[in-house]
């Protein structure tokens, strides 16, 4: 099967995410079930308590790869966007999009930098061994934290967004 470029540019936004989608859940089904299925029960050499998967590392690359472009993606959209508003007006439709997202990008910063100051670095046992790395203990614990507020946030915000047209009514 020959993809063509031409054929790749007429499909809308949509469609193409939506192949990007069906094919990143295809290719996690399938690393999940290589992982799952094919030598699974392998035991681990210096201690046969525990099991060393066969692809371990298959698995990890996978979604080291799939951070890296999550990050990558994240940063072309935001200094895509940046570029796009500082182009246009800072009013669209009287809302302030320009200080809506600076407004946003300090309060995401300020966040990160409060929960990894105020992360623990107390050490974790992990199989069996003492892990006591200061810094990537604080990092866990910030992205671990930032994500537990930030989806407290959201479900704050949809919920108020849910009852706007209680709102509505009673006034």
């Given at each position: 099967?020959?993809?063509?470029?031409?054929?790749?540019?007429?499909?809308?936004?949509?469609?193409?995410?939506?192949?990007?989608?069906?094919?990143?859940?295809?290719?996690?089904?399938?690393?999940?079930?290589?992982?799952?299925?094919?030598?699974?029960?392998?035991?681990?050499?210096?201690?046969?308590?525990?099991?060393?998967?066969?692809?371990?590392?298959?698995?990890?690359?996978?979604?080291?790869?799939?951070?890296?472009?999550?990050?990558?993606?994240?940063?072309?959209?935001?200094?895509?966007?940046?570029?796009?508003?500082?182009?246009?007006?800072?009013?669209?439709?009287?809302?302030?999009?320009?200080?809506?997202?600076?407004?946003?990008?300090?309060l995401l910063v300020?966040?990160?930098?409060?929960?990894?100051?105020?992360?623990?670095?107390?050490?974790?046992?992990?199989?069996?061994?003492?892990?006591?790395?200061?810094?990537?203990?604080?990092?866990?614990?910030?992205?671990?934290?930032?994500?537990?507020?930030?989806?407290?946030?959201?479900a704050v915000a949809?919920?108020?967004?849910?009852?706007?047209?209680?709102?509505?009514?009673?006034?």
């Open positions: 099967m020959k993809i063509r470029i031409s054929k790749i540019r007429d499909l809308s936004t949509e469609k193409i995410s939506q192949r990007v989608l069906y094919g990143l859940i295809g290719l996690t089904v399938l690393i999940f079930a290589l992982f799952f299925l094919v030598g699974y029960d392998l035991p681990y050499i210096d201690d046969p308590s525990f099991n060393a998967p066969l692809l371990t590392d298959v698995l990890l690359g996978f979604m080291v790869v799939l951070v890296i472009a999550a990050i990558a993606v994240a940063i072309f959209a935001v200094v895509r966007a940046v570029r796009k508003s500082g182009r246009s007006e800072s009013v669209v439709n009287n809302i302030p999009v320009k200080k809506i997202t600076v407004t946003v990008l300090i300020v966040l990160l930098l409060g929960t990894f100051l105020l992360g623990s670095s107390q050490s974790l046992l992990i199989n069996g061994k003492d892990f006591t790395d200061t810094l990537w203990l604080k990092v866990a614990d910030m992205f671990v934290n930032t994500s537990l507020i930030l989806i407290v946030v959201a949809v919920i108020y967004g849910a009852t706007r047209y209680y709102r509505k009514a009673e006034k």
